[in-house]
């Protein structure tokens, strides 16, 4: 394991790819800090997956009985397994398939669409956001698809040629999914139905495809490493035979198995601060493979950044007070706390 601290110091401008492609060695900023994990706790066993909770969609405006498990299920874990979402299993293929295509490209290709300095948007891996920074075993290309008038185009491949229409049409569906899911939310908690959409106001969605390399030291690195979205919701469609997402659960890792054609849906601290604590924006983090490849494609619903975040006035009561200040809750807010360590959505409790 020594080899793992001999490698070149340049590797921080590299993609994870270039790295994976001759990795002899594994670069010091990918070792994983194993002690500073969100304290003591266990890691998941090969074996162990999460009995995650299973959604119909296609019940949730007419089964009492399905709202009470979507609500249950949020509570219980923040995260849940969507079908018969409406999606057909040949399109998300498709949206699959392009983003396979993307990262199959040459170095030169994809580095058309390369993201700037301490940015998110476009094509690259971690901002780097100090020297002691542990870096994740990953690659994305993130991406502002909704509102349509804040995409940057420069970033979305024109390679393959269907890239653009595909994620385009993928966008509109994940945006009445994210309209179900917070309207269902609502009417878990007895509240008019508009509740969640009227206080979050219009939301970005933000596509980021992740691939994630095989590497030769899996127990080493972290795909991703320990957090909890910002978002209001991110959905999530995870590769279809290659598992890797394990969620924070009592004190335990443990693993998300994939559930064909569904998507994985979870809240993030933005739906924590607004239902009043009620609903549980889970930790989260992503483990690679030491002989497969794995892509997902996930999409955030964030508050625009200058929309302030609070609890639901309804949801506040003698016997349930304001568990969170209001805030605006934006990306930049969340890297700021992150950066320092722990969860960001601890500076908004009371």
Same mark, same amino acid.
């Given at each position: 394991?020594d080899?793992?601290?001999?490698?070149?110091?340049?590797?921080?401008?590299?993609?994870?790819? =270039?790295?994976?492609?001759?990795?002899?060695?594994?670069?010091?900023?990918?070792?994983r800090?194993?002690? #500073?994990?969100?304290? %003591?706790?266990?890691?998941?066993?090969?074996?162990? &997956?999460?009995?995650?909770?299973?959604?119909?969609?296609?019940?949730? *405006?007419?089964s009492?009985?399905?709202?009470? #498990?979507?609500?249950?299920?949020?509570?219980?874990?923040?995260?849940?397994?969507?079908?018969?979402?409406?999606?057909?299993? &040949?399109? @998300? =293929?498709k !949206?699959r398939?392009?983003?396979?295509?993307?990262?199959?490209l040459?170095?030169?290709?994809?580095?058309?669409? &390369?993201?700037? $300095?301490k940015? !998110?948007?476009g094509?690259g891996?971690?901002? +780097?956001?100090?020297? /002691?920074?542990?870096?994740?075993?990953?690659?994305? @290309?993130?991406?502002?698809?909704? %509102? #349509?008038d804040?995409?940057?185009?420069?970033?979305?491949?024109?390679? %393959?040629?269907?890239?653009?229409?595909?994620?385009?049409?993928?966008?509109?569906?994940?945006?009445?999914?994210? =309209?179900?899911?917070?309207?269902?939310?609502?009417?878990?908690?007895?509240?008019?139905? /508009?509740?969640?959409?009227?206080?979050?106001? *219009?939301?970005?969605?933000?596509?980021?495809?992740?691939?994630?390399?095989?590497? %030769?030291?899996?127990?080493?690195?972290?795909?991703?490493?320990?957090?909890? /979205?910002?978002?209001?919701i991110?959905?999530?469609?995870? /590769?279809?035979? +290659?598992?890797?997402?394990?969620?924070?659960?009592?004190?335990?890792?443990?693993?998300?198995?994939?559930?064909?054609?569904?998507?994985?849906?979870?809240?993030?601290?933005?739906?924590?601060?607004?239902?009043?604590?009620?609903? #549980?924006?889970? +930790?989260?983090? !992503?483990?690679?493979?030491?002989?497969k =490849?794995?892509? *997902?494609l996930?999409v955030?619903?964030?508050?625009?950044?200058?929309?302030?975040?609070?609890? +639901?006035? $309804?949801?506040?009561?003698?016997? *349930?007070?304001?568990?969170?200040?209001? !805030?605006?809750?934006?990306l930049?807010?969340f890297?700021?706390?992150?950066?320092?360590?722990?969860?960001?959505?601890?500076?908004?409790?009371?």
């Open positions: 394991m080899k793992c601290h001999s490698a070149p110091a340049n590797h921080v401008n590299k993609q994870v790819q =270039e790295i994976a492609a001759n990795c002899h060695h594994l670069p010091k900023r990918y070792i800090k194993q002690d #500073k994990e969100y304290g %003591p706790v266990t890691n998941a066993s090969a074996s162990s &997956l999460a009995d995650l909770p299973v959604i119909d969609f296609s019940l949730l *405006t007419s009492p009985l399905e709202l009470n #498990k979507l609500k249950s299920a949020v509570i219980t874990w923040g995260c849940f397994q969507a079908i018969n979402h409406g999606i057909e299993s &040949l399109f @998300l =293929e !949206v398939e392009i983003g396979k295509m993307f990262f199959h040459s170095a030169d290709e994809k580095k058309k669409y &390369l993201k700037e $300095e940015d !998110v948007e094509y891996n971690d901002i +780097v956001l100090s020297d /002691d920074q542990v870096l994740d075993w990953n690659d994305r @290309l993130y991406l502002t698809v909704l %509102p #349509k804040q995409r940057k185009f420069r970033f979305w491949p024109t390679n %393959p040629t269907n890239f653009r229409d595909v994620l385009d049409e993928y966008s509109c569906k994940m945006e009445l999914i994210y =309209e179900v899911v917070l309207k269902s939310l609502a009417r878990a908690l007895n509240l008019h139905e /508009d509740c969640f959409l009227n206080q979050f106001g *219009t939301t970005k969605k933000c596509a980021r495809y992740n691939y994630y390399p095989s590497c %030769p030291w899996p127990e080493r690195v972290l795909g991703v490493k320990p957090h909890a /979205d910002s978002s209001a991110t959905i999530l469609l995870q /590769d279809e035979e +290659v598992e890797g997402l394990q969620l924070l659960k009592d004190g335990k890792w443990v693993g998300v198995s994939v559930v064909h054609d569904a998507l994985t849906i979870n809240v993030g601290d933005q739906m924590e601060i607004g239902s009043n604590g009620i609903f #549980k924006s889970p +930790v989260h983090r !992503v483990m690679v493979n030491s002989k =490849e794995r892509m *997902t996930a955030f619903c964030p508050v625009l950044s200058d929309q302030v975040v609070g609890p +639901v006035d $309804e949801l506040i009561t003698e016997e *349930t007070p304001r568990m969170y200040k209001n !805030v605006a809750y934006s930049d807010y890297l700021n706390y992150f950066q320092q360590g722990g969860r960001p959505i601890d500076a908004c409790k009371i």
